[in-house]
């Protein structure tokens, strides 16, 4: 797809369903003509004209399937159509790298690095950056075919290097730095085969029986959810009745291991939420890991709590950061000793007597093979 001096090979449509037709149909011909669509959260629905529109639900089943779960559609051309919907948007990274060899990087991909690319009159500019809080060092690839020359935005330094691989970068907290190059290595497309995301494997976590962490003016319950059901796994009810009014309330389900778990190799947390029509809590899911030593990291599963339906969300190891109430600070979480796995909501302010509830399984994981 081209638009003037600008050229893409990827189109991600973040939540989007409603563009003009003729934009819908642009997207079908790159689509047909072997490009990558990726829709995150929602699928084509709606016109400028029709809410909805039977032309734009014909191209949302063309380009995306009839599946309601993550899944990727090629045609016979090599186009790619991939749904992610609400909780699986952290697959996308995964996702990129199955269609599309990477842009330069970090050997493995496990690093809290962001990069970016850009060709700025005749030259190649890339941008990397530690977005984290902590020292970061390893090596990285640039996707340079030559000789290229570093750029140090901190301290104003300029670095020629003879090669872009095995480059061995030490960044600081939020730190960044600039390479400069005449010509890249173009990245190339993979090929992919219609069906679930590709090169992920589930795994399960020992089936524990969960207890409940809550706040002081909340009355919670949990117990088997007989109206759900999947396979060798138990689904839960978890209920909490707010006995006090505009207050900090929270309510999680604990699963605790008897050993902890080693959870290094795993990309994702999998949790199935069930939520009811009609809350009012509009705070978002957490996930909160516990490492024996008593290091919270916690992460948002991009799924609110006055969401309704199902939602299977995958929640990416790299997301999770330190839990603002855990009171050890000299210590990174240990993923090697996972003790605790907690699921829940907390930071609402409601009203009393109101309800808030959800139902879900136990936890697994997700390794990118």
């Not at 400069?180 to 976590?205: C, H, T, W, Y």
């Not at 902890?260 to 947390?269: N, T």
């Not at 907690?342 to 930071?347: D, E, L, P, S, Y």
């Amino acid at each position: 797809m081209q638009f003037r001096d600008l050229h893409w090979r990827v189109v991600i449509l973040p939540d989007t369903d409603t563009l003009p037709l003729a934009a819908w149909e642009t997207l079908e011909r790159f689509y047909q003509s072997g490009g990558v669509i990726v829709a995150l959260t929602s699928k084509p629905a709606n016109s400028e004209t029709e809410f909805p529109a039977p032309r734009v639900l014909e191209i949302a089943g063309i380009l995306f399937g009839e599946e309601e779960g993550p899944t990727m559609t090629v045609n016979s051309a090599c186009g790619v159509g991939v749904f992610l919907p609400q909780g699986t948007e952290a697959l996308l990274p995964g996702v990129l790298d199955s269609v599309l060899e990477k842009d330069g990087g970090v050997p493995g991909g496990n690093a809290p690095l962001r990069m970016t690319h850009r060709l700025i009159e005749g030259e190649h500019i890339y941008f990397v950056i530690n977005d984290s809080g902590q020292l970061w060092e390893g090596t990285m690839d640039i996707p340079a075919t030559g000789a290229l020359e570093q750029w140090d935005p901190a301290t104003g330094q300029r670095t020629p290097l003879d090669s872009g691989r095995g480059l061995s970068v030490r960044l600081d907290a939020y730190g960044g730095m600039l390479y400069r190059f005449q010509d890249a290595v173009m990245p190339q497309r993979k090929n992919v085969e219609s069906g679930k995301i590709p090169g992920m494997a589930q795994k399960p976590l020992p089936e524990v029986e969960p207890s409940l962490s809550k706040g002081q003016y909340v009355k919670g319950t949990i117990e088997a959810d007989a109206s759900r059901f999947l396979p060798e796994r138990v689904v839960r009810h978890a209920s909490a009745t707010l006995t006090r009014g505009e207050v900090d309330t929270f309510l999680f389900a604990c699963f605790t291991y008897p050993q902890p778990e080693d959870l290094r190799d795993a990309s994702y947390i999998i949790v199935d939420v069930w939520l009811p029509e009609g809350q009012k809590a509009s705070v978002p899911l957490l996930v909160i890991l516990c490492d024996a030593s008593g290091v919270d990291y916690y992460a948002q599963t991009g799924v609110p709590m006055n969401g309704s339906g199902h939602f299977c969300c995958h929640v990416a190891l790299n997301h999770f950061e330190r839990a603002g109430w855990c009171p050890v600070k000299d210590r990174t979480l240990d993923a090697a000793a996972i003790s605790t796995i907690r699921i829940g909501w907390g930071g609402y302010l409601g009203m009393e007597n109101e309800t808030v509830a959800f139902s879900l399984a136990s936890p697994r994981i997700a390794v990118i093979e």
